[in-house]
Nanobody
């Protein structure tokens, strides 16, 4: 059993910042990649950012230069620093981890950016 606990979502004005955290626990053998996805109303879930165990990261074009993903391997935790937020960043953000045994998702945390 793997549990992902997310925190850090909320309401912020455009131009503001939020930091999301996701801590993984349970029967984790080895985490390969950790990332964040988001889903806005009426839209498909999309990758926001992902970081490998070796700290290589990739980002959606829409967030490059504004969001920064990082991970703490010792704590099995992934972070998403979101700066210069825009109303179009409003969505439910989901933590995602990929291990040798499967892919796991968090419950989601709401991020709302007001204009």
């Amino acid at each position: 059993q793997v549990q992902l606990v997310e925190s850090g979502g909320g309401l912020v004005q455009a131009g503001g910042s939020l930091r999301l955290s996701c801590a993984a626990s349970g029967s984790i053998f080895s985490i390969n990649a950790m990332g964040w996805y988001r889903q806005a109303p009426g839209k498909q879930r999309e990758l926001v950012a992902q970081v490998t165990r070796g700290a290589r990261s990739n980002y959606a074009d829409s967030v490059k230069g504004r969001f920064t993903i990082s991970r703490d391997n010792a704590e099995n935790t992934v972070y998403l620093q979101m700066d210069s937020l825009k109303p179009e960043d409003t969505a439910v953000y989901y933590c995602n981890i990929r291990t040798g045994r499967g892919v796991y998702w968090g419950q989601g945390t709401q991020v709302t950016v007001s204009s």
